[in-house]
C-alpha cells in the first residue's frame, strides 16, 4: 500500500522560503512520476510541480521560476523548494504520484506578514 507523509510547511512571510519535504512508502518508487500537489481554501486541488522518472521537470505558470521540484529515489523521498513565497501560495501541500493515487495529510503552508 503506498502511502505519503508531507513535511516541512509552516508560517512564513512574503518573500521567504521554505522547503518541502515527501516520505514515499511502497515499492517500485523510482518508476513512477510524482508531483506537489496543493489546495487553497474554497478552491480544487491542482498539480504545481512534477517530476518524471528521468527527473525531467513541469510547473504550473504561478510557480515557474520560484518553486524546485527534485528527488531522492535512494531515499523513496520528494521535495519542493520555495522561494519568493506570495499570500496566493498559502494553502495545503500534497505530494503524490502523477496521476494522483491515495492522498496524505498534507502540510499547511502560510504566507502572510
Known amino acids: 500500500q503506498v502511502q505519503f507523509v508531507e513535511s516541512g510547511g509552516g508560517l512564513v512571510q512574503p518573500g521567504g522560503s521554505l522547503r518541502l519535504s515527501c516520505a514515499a512508502s511502497?515499492?517500485?518508487?523510482?518508476?513512477?512520476?510524482m508531483g506537489w500537489y496543493r489546495q487553497a481554501p474554497g478552491k480544487a486541488r491542482e498539480l504545481v510541480a512534477r517530476?518524471?522518472?528521468?527527473?525531467?521537470?513541469n510547473y504550473v505558470d504561478a510557480v515557474k521560476g520560484r518553486f524546485t521540484i527534485s528527488r531522492d529515489n535512494a531515499k523513496k523521498m520528494v521535495y519542493l523548494q520555495m522561494s519568493s513565497l506570495k499570500p496566493e501560495d498559502t494553502a495545503i501541500y500534497y505530494c503524490?504520484?502523477?496521476?494522483?493515487?491515495?492522498w496524505g495529510q498534507g502540510t499547511q503552508v502560510t504566507v502572510s506578514l
Open positions: 503524490n504520484r502523477f496521476p494522483a493515487v491515495a
Open positions: 511502497g515499492s517500485l518508487f523510482s518508476f513512477f512520476a
Open positions: 517530476i518524471s522518472r528521468d527527473d525531467s521537470t
